[in-house]
């Protein structure tokens, strides 16, 4: 049974730093891409980044780029979303999810795995 569980979430203010984990299990995810996503209250699902298992692909969402790293640790089988300089419409519940690589990366519909999501809130 394939898990990704989440965890870093909390309340920050503006300007600082959070960073969220994901650690995955009941499968081998090397074929895998995984993905950060988030959903703020009234909005869509919205990608944040992803990278393939092996690292050696990411991208990020213009509104993230150069505050945000995704990064992952294969022997804990952990992924991590750093995120340094936080704005109040960072406030989101963020989700890990991993999808079979060759996929495109941006849709939510390509990822067969969810974490329930942690809350990350960014006061001004």
């Known amino acids: 049974q394939v898990q990704l569980v989440e965890s870093g979430g909390g309340l920050v203010q503006a300007g600082g730093s959070l960073r969220l984990s994901c650690a995955a299990s009941g499968r081998t995810f090397s074929s895998y891409v995984m993905g950060w996503f988030r959903q703020a209250p009234g909005k869509e699902r919205e990608f944040v980044a992803a990278?393939?298992?092996?690292?050696?692909?990411?991208d990020y969402a213009d509104s993230v780029k150069g505050r945000f790293t995704i990064s992952r640790d294969k022997a804990k089988n952990t992924v991590y979303l750093q995120m340094n300089s936080l704005k109040p419409e960072d406030t989101a519940v963020y989700y890990c999810?991993?999808?079979?690589?060759?996929?495109?990366?941006?849709?939510?519909?390509?990822?067969?795995?969810w974490g329930q999501g942690t809350q990350v809130t960014v006061s001004s």
């Open positions: 999810a991993a999808a079979k690589f060759g996929l495109t990366w941006y849709p939510a519909g390509n990822y067969d795995y």
């Open positions: 990278m393939s298992w092996s690292g050696s692909s990411t």
